[in-house]
Structure formats: structure tokens, C-alpha cells
């Protein structure tokens, strides 16, 4: 059966739940924590896993479960700008091995990580669309779902 991908339980949280449908008891809530930056990263997915996990951190949206989304989005941002480089030293058009004018390969590579990077950048609220349907609890009251394991199973249990 397909249809559109479940919203995480935290997400229909802060969102609201104007369907009014049950939320998940079960689904895991890892801690927030910020992941370790893989050592496979260029420099400039490294400056921008820096820049974004200041961020993430702040507000919670980060575990170490998401390392590897988290870099998928950075290797993809330090793809797009290497190919935005090279576009603008090259310029969009370039001539074939046999003289044609063709569309540069940078263009297709600039796209298609400026495509996942906007996929991956709505997983975590870093559009504005994306960041639009979420509603976060002023600063002076408590996260949104930071309870600990003791106090779920004693609001919720079905002894």
C-alpha cells in the first residue's frame, strides 16, 4: 500500500494532529546528540556539517542515528558547490570533442545535489516550507516529548 511516507511522532507532534489519529507509543526516541563528523567528508562538507550542527543541536533535532542523513546532505552541498565552481569558470555551455556546443556535465551534477540536498534539507526543517509546518514550544517551557522512559511508562501504562 503506498502513499505519503508517515511523519515522524515528534514531527505530528510539534505540527498538531488534525486527523486526531492515535500517535505511536513505540517509536523510538534516541537521544539528542550530535554525531560525529565522518572523516570521509571534503572540507567543504566539513564547514558545512559545522555550520548546520550548531543549529540542529540547539534544537534538538539531532541524533547520532542521523549521521549518515546528515551527511549525505553535507557530501551533497560540497558536491553542488565544487560544480557551482567550476560552472563559473567554465560558464554553462561548452564545446563537444567535436565542437559542438553542449551543456556542461557541472550543470547535471550542480542539479542533481542541489536536488538531494533539498530533499535531505525537508527531512531535518531546514526549508521554509518544511520549517513552516512546524510549531516549537516558547523557550521558557519545556521541550516538546523530553520525558524520560520512568515517566512514559507511568502516564501510559496499561496495568
Not at 542539479?111 to 513552516?132: C, H, I, K, W
Request: overall charge positive; some cysteine.
Amino acid at each position: 500500500m503506498r502513499g505519503r511516507r508517515p511523519k515522524p511522532t515528534r514531527i505530528k507532534a510539534l505540527t498538531g494532529n488534525p486527523g486526531k489519529r492515535p500517535l505511536n507509543p513505540h517509536e523510538p526516541r534516541p537521544e539528542p546528540a550530535l554525531p560525529d563528523c565522518p572523516p570521509e567528508l571534503g572540507p567543504l562538507a566539513r564547514e558545512e556539517w559545522a555550520r548546520i550542527c550548531v543549529d540542529l543541536v540547539k534544537l534538538n533535532l539531532v541524533t547520532r542515528l542521523d549521521r549518515g542523513v546528515l551527511a549525505t546532505y553535507c557530501a551533497a552541498y560540497g558536491f553542488w558547490v565544487e560544480a557551482l565552481q567550476q560552472l563559473q569558470k567554465f560558464g554553462t555551455m561548452v564545446k563537444s570533442p567535436t565542437g559542438y556546443p553542449i551543456q556542461s556535465p557541472y550543470l547535471a551534477i550542480a542539479n542533481r545535489q542541489a536536488d538531494l540536498m533539498v530533499r535531505v534539507a525537508a527531512e531535518f526543517g531546514f526549508t521554509p516550507a518544511s520549517r513552516s509546518r512546524i510549531s516549537a514550544p516558547p523557550p521558557d517551557q519545556l521541550p516538546l516529548l523530553d520525558l524520560t522512559r520512568d515517566d512514559y511508562e507511568q502516564g501510559n501504562s496499561t496495568d
